[in-house]
């Protein structure tokens, strides 16, 4: 039966068996504050009673014309080993997504949904009394709203989006408009309000506290709000790391080229030590969902290469206690241009090396209306790493490169920077890139942006302040002869709304004017931490 048949005949579950050649499929469609929310599951062939693996997901929309067995092979394409190794796999499609009716808001109903599917699970002939939970990017957004765990939740594996919900939004106070801006602009109602005016330039719109009007026609609250506070010390972005002490074991997956890798290092870092001991986590040398990108291939460095089918390894880990390709308690990471994975409890050294950036003083005019805009997004935003422009590609750039390495050195953990400042404004930005200088070219390694207001509070126009940057985790080689570059602005603007130079919340600027910026290199400085 087609969905229509079925509410015709005054039904909404397709509960009848439907056997594949692999698997057996059953079809849901569960009634939730006005919405059909549809759910296949996936089961092994023979009949008994199964952990159920749960996986909720908004990423589904070209499944909405397939019948249902269509969509449960498409499924099982991508969830087939763990449904062999014996889990019932049970995938929604969100509210407003796929063949699930209803809006989609990010981030609205995600806790009473998916509590609502657990709670269903634990009804069904199949269960066997275990929940695990899957997911990556906004699925695992999906799953960290429904914290705390209920006690039949016996593990996880959560990817490529970590549960500070400031960090998808912001960085030290500037929205992110290349990855919370963009993707909300195109997944919102994305059903039932196909049309939608979002080009590049909508994102320079004043005051920007329009931009959901614009964009869809009307004022949207769930992304209004969000730009109304940008400190992450407010109370609205509530707890920091909703899984520290959540008692089971997950494992957590990132890349330093995804767009969260710092929150999911603040998460490592914050869970307690129960947590971390039967947790782990994994990072490879790209972007977000693993992907390579423009950076260089490294050797056995994607996860699937270097730990296979990691997930049906984690879960079995759990039930059984058996061996897994990597170490609980640790984080597995592999070093750029070492090309080699390492197992340690942290990503640190005690060791500093601290590189001046010059004798000199450079200047330049920051103008919000031809801001500057670098590529690649570095850790915070989609792009992953990416070749730098030639140095000093615009006059608002400034490169410096620092003395080439007189021998090799590894550096792991947290770069950070100062720089010493003035402006003739009230308030203006700042911005750091430092990429790896090669006879490749310039290869983008890490960026930081702050504002003089949001880091000091106030600024006196014509007096010098000193700046601190801190930068996400990363682990890489520097060869001998090699530099490292460092670009100095006032704008990313292909990742950042730009900074108008204007005191005051940003999104209800209405003006933007010039800034005349200095830096005094002799008094600013890049700090890295190095391996010993």
Known sequence: LTVTEIFAKGGNVLDTPMHHKDFVSCFYYLELDEALLFTAVL??????????????????????????????????????????????????????????????????????????????????????????????????????????????????????????????CYRNGFFNKALYGAWYAGVYCQKTLPERNCTPETFDILPFSEFSRTVFGMPEPSFDDILYHPYREEDYWGPKNIVHDAGIPILFTTGFYDIYTGGFFQ?????????????????????????????????????SERFGDYVTAWFNHIRFDTALPFGTGNITYYRMFDERWQCEPALRTERRMTLPM???????????????????????????????????????????????????????GRMEAQLCVRSNQEDTCFLIR????????????????????????????????ILSFCFDEHAFRIQKGQRLRIDIASADNLHYVRHINQKGLFSKQVSAVPAYNEVFLEDSFLTLPVES
């Not at 031809?370 to 490169?399: C, I, M, W, Y």
């Not at 430092?434 to 070219?441: F, H, K, V, Y």
Request: hydrophobic letters at 35%; proline letters at 7%; glycine letters at 8%.
């Open 43 to 168: 089961l092994p062939e023979e009949a008994g009673l199964f952990p159920a693996v749960i996986v909720r997901t908004p990423y589904v929309n070209e499944l909405s014309a397939l019948d249902e067995k269509a969509v449960a092979e498409m499924h099982y394409a991508e969830y087939g080993s763990l449904v062999k190794n014996k889990y019932a796999v049970v995938i929604q499609h969100c509210r407003g997504c796929g063949k699930s009716s209803g809006n989609f808001i990010p981030h609205s109903n995600e806790r009473e949904d998916g509590l609502h599917l657990q709670s269903w699970v634990r009804s069904k002939n199949f269960y066997n009394g275990e929940i695990f939970l899957l997911g990556s990017s906004y699925l695992s957004s999906a799953h960290y709203a429904t914290a705390p765990f209920a006690p039949d939740i016996k593990g996880a594996v959560l990817g490529y989006q970590d549960c500070d919900n400031y960090n998808i």
């Open 267 to 303: 998460i490592w870092d914050t869970l307690d030590s129960d947590m971390r001991e039967i947790s782990a986590l994994l990072v490879s040398p790209y972007g977000h969902g693993d992907d390579p990108g423009e950076v260089p291939l490294f050797p056995n460095a994607k996860l």
């Open 358 to 412: 010059g004798a000199q003083k450079v200047s330049y005019v920051y103008d919000p209306a031809n801001a500057p805009e670098f590529p690649g997004g570095l850790s915070t935003n989609f792009g992953g790493a990416k070749f730098q422009p030639p140095p000093n590609f615009r006059d608002d750039v400034k490169s410096i490169y620092t003395q080439p390495f007189s021998a090799d050195v590894f550096v792991k």
């Open 434 to 465: 430092i990429s790896l200088s090669s006879d490749d070219g310039d290869f983008g390694l890490r960026d930081d942006i702050v504002s003089l207001c949001m880091q000091l509070g106030n600024y006196c126009p014509g007096s010098k302040a």
